[in-house]
């Protein structure tokens, strides 16, 4: 098969022509009841460190209707492939929610791919695909109508993106399956501020 390679962050993604819509899987988006769990479920299989964002409130649109959810949100790699588990908090009726009434259990919701410009790659993927939430320009979470179930998340990329997942990566790479596999991370400064808490 042939395919082109896009370098990020050091990372190598290989693009074949399975991923003629939106390119290479760079993340796995699973929903959990509960957070604390689902990274020890990771982590005893090797994954980690985890570094969670608690209780944050970004503003979203969910079907065009503005609203704040409150969610946590944890992140780690395995190889290339990021892993983001989120645990929402309140009742906003968003995909998370909607996804968690399905399957209280929680699982894998959604994969999420690099794009330029959101507006321009929904342009260019036609009808068949409608947006289910969004946050700004940064993030839009899409549906298939003919084929509705797991949803890819659209994510534009940004200076910020580029360095809070490089920043993670590192982390995965420099750890030693033991120290500090839960760890606290801000953004708010611009910087990220970690502390362990496990």
């Known amino acids: 098969m042939s395919g082109w390679g896009l370098v990020y962050r050091g990372l ?3 693009r074949y022509n399975m991923s003629k819509l939106f390119g290479p899987v760079v993340q796995q988006g699973y929903i959990v009841p509960d957070i604390e ?3 020890q479920h990771w982590i005893d299989r090797g994954i980690g460190p985890f570094y969670i964002e608690k209780h944050v409130s970004p503003p979203c649109e969910i079907d065009g209707e503005k609203a704040t959810v409150d969610i946590s949100a944890a992140f780690a790699y395995s190889g290339d492939q990021q892993i983001e588990v ?4 309140d ?3 968003t995909i998370y929610k909607k996804y968690l009434d399905a399957h209280p259990e929680g699982g894998l919701q959604h994969l999420a791919v690099w794009c330029d410009n959101i507006k321009d790659k929904l ?3 036609g009808d068949d695909w409608v947006v289910c939430q969004s946050y700004g320009d940064g ?3 899409l549906d298939n109508k ?3 179930g797991t949803m890819i998340q659209l994510m534009a990329h940004s200076e910020a993106m580029d360095t809070m997942f490089g ?3 590192e982390g995965a790479d420099n750890w030693d399956g033991v120290t500090d596999p839960i760890r606290t991370i801000d953004w708010s400064s611009g910087s990220p501020v970690v502390k362990a808490v496990k």
């Open 12 to 14: 190598t993604y290989r």
């Open 37 to 39: 769990a689902a990274m």
């Open 86 to 89: 989120i645990m929402q908090h």
């Open 91 to 93: 009742d906003t009726p």
């Open 123 to 125: 342009a260019e993927i």
């Open 139 to 141: 993030h839009a979470y």
């Open 146 to 148: 003919k084929s509705p």
């Open 167 to 169: 920043f993670i990566k």
